[in-house]
């Protein structure tokens, strides 16, 4: 009769054995993943920007940090030329310059080139830089942005800075403005009585700290997801022409994420589409959508 002890080792082979059998792997796995696969599986250490319980982000680093442009006009895929993506480009130029960035545009990026950025600016030492911010001007579909010759999974733009693959950038924003339609569905709008609510948020306190590996990033749509983004091919998109104004008119008196629930506002109720010889696509609205998990206020 086994005794206990052989029965526990003759079902732990017999595991291991099944699983070496299947070799199980998922069907698609993320280029940065390898990236991961390469740090320990234990949590890693960086160096702390900010005090555990502080209500801001350290933003007095010896540099803003760099802010970088993928701006397509232009596709090899038969997408349309996106008229009125140069006076985005210009207005976003202008207003990051302002607020400090070190500004980079790239224009027209093949995916492998876009991949090249991303991994060369993830192997950056942004130590001395307060954050690091990201634009996006293209088409889009749901779950897909297009590029000159392809298109992209939207993660491939954030999934290289999370706290363990980028560790000079852990505890530090991470903004992600994206300009492109997430479907083909069109929003007519409802009318509405005015009606305003407010939230509160708790606050903590103590020493050194743990972060996870996906705090601090901003990700900020200009639609939600399903719908169209619109643009004008003279004024440029509605929801770069909110952000800049929003940015210029509050940017010393207000944090970021209060600016970005403001530009909402100023999509939602200060335009509405005019294309007056086709009325499916006439008087139509959009709703930009903010993705966060900031855990402090970031004054710009």
């Known amino acids: 009769m086994e005794s206990e002890k052989q029965i526990e080792q003759r079902e732990e082979e017999q595991t291991t054995e099944t699983t070496a059998g299947k070799r199980d792997e998922t069907d698609a796995k993320s280029w940065t993943q390898s990236l991961v696969d390469s740090l320990p599986s234990k949590g890693n250490t960086a160096i702390m920007p900010v005090e555990r319980d502080s209500e801001v982000y350290n933003m007095r680093h010896p540099k803003r940090g760099k802010a970088v442009i993928f701006n397509h006009m232009k596709f090899e895929n038969g997408q349309s030329t996106r008229n009125g993506t140069e006076t985005d480009e210009q207005k976003l130029k202008n207003c990051l310059l302002s607020l400090g960035f070190e500004v980079i545009v790239h224009r027209d990026l093949k995916r492998l080139e876009i991949m090249d950025v991303i991994y060369e600016l993830r192997k950056e030492d942004h130590s001395e830089s307060d954050c690091l911010m990201i634009v996006v001007l293209s088409h889009g579909e749901k779950n897909k942005i297009y590029c000159s010759d392809s298109d992209y999974k939207p993660e491939m733009l954030w999934d290289a800075f999370t ?129 966060s998990t900031l855990i402090r206020d970031i004054y710009l």
Do not use: H
């Open 163 to 291: 706290a363990d693959v980028c560790p000079t950038l852990a505890g530090k924003p991470k903004i992600f403005w994206i300009q492109a339609c997430r479907g083909d569905q069109l929003d007519a709008g409802t009318k509405l009585r005015s009606r305003t609510q407010t939230d509160s948020l708790p606050q903590k306190d103590s020493m050194n700290y743990v972060v996870p590996n996906r705090a601090d990033f901003l990700i900020v749509y200009s639609t939600v997801e399903g719908y169209y983004s619109w643009r004008n091919t003279i004024e440029g998109s509605w929801f770069v022409q909110s952000l800049t104004k929003v940015i210029s008119n509050y940017k010393n008196k207000k944090d970021l994420l209060s600016m970005m629930t403001i530009v909402c506002r100023e999509v939602a109720l200060n335009f509405e589409s005019n294309v007056p010889n086709n009325s499916s696509f006439d008087q139509k609205k959009q709703i930009p959508m903010i993705n």
